[in-house]
């Protein structure tokens, strides 16, 4: 009889997983059984069978997963790290917003980290961005840490807030993801990108998601950066759900959307009218709200 044992993907490339083995921490290489080829795909952060095989490791079932995300393709997170930089690249607050709805839709804690703190000391309008950030999204309750790689700054805070938890860092490509995490385990071949020096953005250097152990309770992955992301599995009659800010201000019409123009201004829109920061979140979200019906609306005329 061979011995069957519990483990964790922390890798997928070239078509093998990388599977740590829970008791002995060691990490070995398996392939998928025909069968669970068949039923679903492998995703890093899921738990897995395994046993050996002659001199193969064999993953033979797949635990049922807490989540699962598309995009990036990880499963059982319990966190969100997303990830924006102050400068170089500026701050995307359109990617923010999209990563805060798939977190509350799918009950995964977000942490908001702004890093490269470093670039306020060459330009001192980029204090703007923190107070956008603070009176948004902190006020929001959603722990937010600024960091720079730079000079090691909020680096412990973070590292404070991932005990216990399996978080996946996320944000758009050269935000400094790999650099932060590879100043928590350094001694780990963690590659970091440059920037581009005309485009300001990230050349992608993270190709694969990887998992990575900061101690026994507490795991972090790497993911690729994107440039463009989609939001998928929400219905534009949801969206408002996933704004915690929204509901402060209690709308007076039921099942409103907070969108309608002309006579029903409900309580969201007069809000949107009095403050300018909220006004621009309230945008992206009549921007998404338009972009999410439209897709719904094509696929029922199919
Ligand atoms: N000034 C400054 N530069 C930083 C900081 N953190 C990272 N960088 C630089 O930003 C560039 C991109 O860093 P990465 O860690 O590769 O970024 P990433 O988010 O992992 O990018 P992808 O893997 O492409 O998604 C590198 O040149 C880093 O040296 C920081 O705090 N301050
Ligand atoms: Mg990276
Ligand atoms: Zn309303």
Redesign the pocket.
């Known amino acids: 009889m061979e011995e069957i044992q519990e483990g964790r993907i922390v890798y997928h490339e070239l078509g093998k997983y990388g599977v740590q083995i829970l008791k002995t921490n060691e990490i070995v290489e398996a392939c998928p059984s025909g069968n669970v080829k068949k039923k679903k795909n492998i995703l890093v952060g899921d738990q897995v069978k395994i046993k050996k095989s002659y001199d193969q490791y064999v993953i033979y079932e797949v635990l049922e997963r807490k989540n699962e995300l598309i995009r990036p393709p990880v499963a059982n997170i319990s966190q969100m790290i997303i990830?924006l930089s102050l400068s170089h690249p500026s701050p995307d607050y359109m990617l923010l917003d999209k990563e805060l709805i798939l977190c509350f839709a799918k009950g995964i804690k977000p942490v908001i980290v702004v890093?490269?703190m470093?670039?306020l000391e060459q330009d001192e309008t980029l204090s703007l961005e923190i107070e956008y950030i603070y009176k948004v999204y902190q006020k929001m309750n959603i722990p937010c840490v600024f960091?720079?790689?730079?000079n090691s700054a909020g680096i412990q805070e973070l590292k404070g807030l991932l005990s216990g938890e399996i978080s996946a860092f996320s944000?758009n490509?050269?935000?400094?993801?790999?650099?932060i995490i590879k100043e928590m385990i350094s001694d780990q071949d963690i590659q970091?990108?440059?920037?581009g020096k005309k485009t300001g953005h990230?050349?992608?250097?993270?190709k694969h998601i990887r998992l990575y152990e900061i101690n026994n309770t507490s795991f972090i992955l790497d993911t690729?950066?994107f440039s463009s992301y989609e939001l998928y599995d929400i219905s534009y009659k949801d969206l408002k759900e996933y704004y915690p800010d929204f509901k402060e201000y209690h709308c007076d019409f039921k099942d409103c959307n907070h969108v309608t123009e002309g006579e029903n201004v409900c309580a969201i829109k007069r809000k949107v009218a009095l403050d300018e920061v909220f006004q621009k979140r309230y945008e992206r979200y009549v921007y998404l709200y338009q972009k999410l019906k439209e897709m719904e609306d094509k696929k029922y005329k199919k």
């Open positions: 990830v890093n490269k470093d670039y960091t720079s790689v730079k944000g490509s050269g935000v400094g993801k790999s650099s970091i990108g440059d920037i990230g050349k992608h250097t993270t690729p950066g």
